[in-house]
């Protein structure tokens, strides 16, 4: 990839403002939050995001998993070569979450909501527990019509590789297989997240409308089984259900494809276990290689571990890990080194506050 990118990578989601800040116990029953809890806002949540911007010093990251993945991205790749999608109200809140994204160089076409306020995520931290209130608002609001806006649709066409999360899945679906009929069409890559486990579980209809153009998959243990549980997956008729996280990530390699020309890879992370990937095997033809829906090979890759006492906060590392991934194969790299790009990423994100990465910037050590 040249030194300054060419918008290469187009990443479509939800945005959000997380605002962050070390808590109380107090402000956590003000707001009627528990430790560890992550719900919807309420009317009565929704002083909180002043409280917190007001009152305690709150550090503003620009959120949202895939807009956290499509950073990560950017983090690895030379400037200019990640723009993301989603929508944003008409408010400071937006202003906010632009100088936000800004500072990680990523590149936003947001559609602008007259209606709704910004996404926000209230997080209350308290030692190690964190406490999160997330008020969706305008990032549920996404049209297509933003996407088919020629300047917008212009990208669309310009870019690589395309990033969709699942949490989109709940939005606005046209705008998802705009994208994946885009890829098909000019065989370029479709990546999608499964991102939670009630996207598979009550989502199952889009979901399953998505999976024909997924050339890579990406997901958690937990969304993984869920996708099992919900789809019903067994050994063979009648014989007892699959549990396990390889015979999962083979099946979703196996699944119907529509651009044949591409294999499939799923990809299944499990925290401190090892990550397990499964490619559906190539067939060679005079063409090239292609989907081979019989056969596919299963591999796991252990992750970079470091010390408890280096850990800050866990909460998107999934994210961080689809970035790194994401970036290593927009640049053509090996599936392996892609993985270890991913789990170097997240071990970044770990050490820091949020979904985040350290600055000055790192550079990529392969790992042994």
Known sequence: ?????????LCLENPLLDIQAQGTQE???KYGLKPNDA?????KHLGLY????????????????????????QYLLPQNSVVYIGCVGRDKYADILRDAVREAEVRVEYRVDEEHPTGRCGVIITGYDRS?????????????????????????????????????????????????????????????SLSAPFIPQFFKEPLDQTAPYWDFV??????????????GLEAAPNEQKIKDIPSIAKHLALLPKKNTAR????????????????????????????????NATVKEFPIRLIDKSEIKDTNGAGDACAGGILAAIAQGKSLETAIDMGHWLASLSIRELGPSYPFPKKTYQQGS
């Open 132 to 192: 999160m209130c997330t008020d969706l608002a305008a990032a549920n609001h996404y049209k297509i019509e933003h996407l088919k806006q020629p300047e917008i649709w212009k990208l669309v066409e310009q870019a690589r590789f395309y990033y969709v999360g699942g949490y989109h899945l709940t939005v606005c679906v046209p705008a998802i297989m705009a994208l994946a009929e885009e890829a098909a069409a000019n065989d370029k890559p479709f990546m999608l």
């Open 1 to 9: 990839m040249a030194a300054q990118g060419q918008f290469e990578v």
């Open 218 to 231: 990406i997901g958690n243990g937990a969304e993984a089984l869920t996708y099992a549980e919900s789809h």
């Open 263 to 294: 294999p499939r890879v799923a990809i299944i992370t499990q925290g401190t276990q090892p990550t397990v990937v499964a490619v559906s095997s190539a067939t060679f033809t005079a063409t090239g290689t292609s989907h081979d829906e019989k």
């Open 50 to 73: 002043d409280d917190l911007l007001n009152n305690y010093e709150a550090k503003l990251v620009a959120g949202g998993s895939a807009q956290n993945t499509a950073r990560g991205a």
């Open 27 to 29: 402000l956590c029953e």
């Open 39 to 43: 719900i919807l806002a309420e009317e």
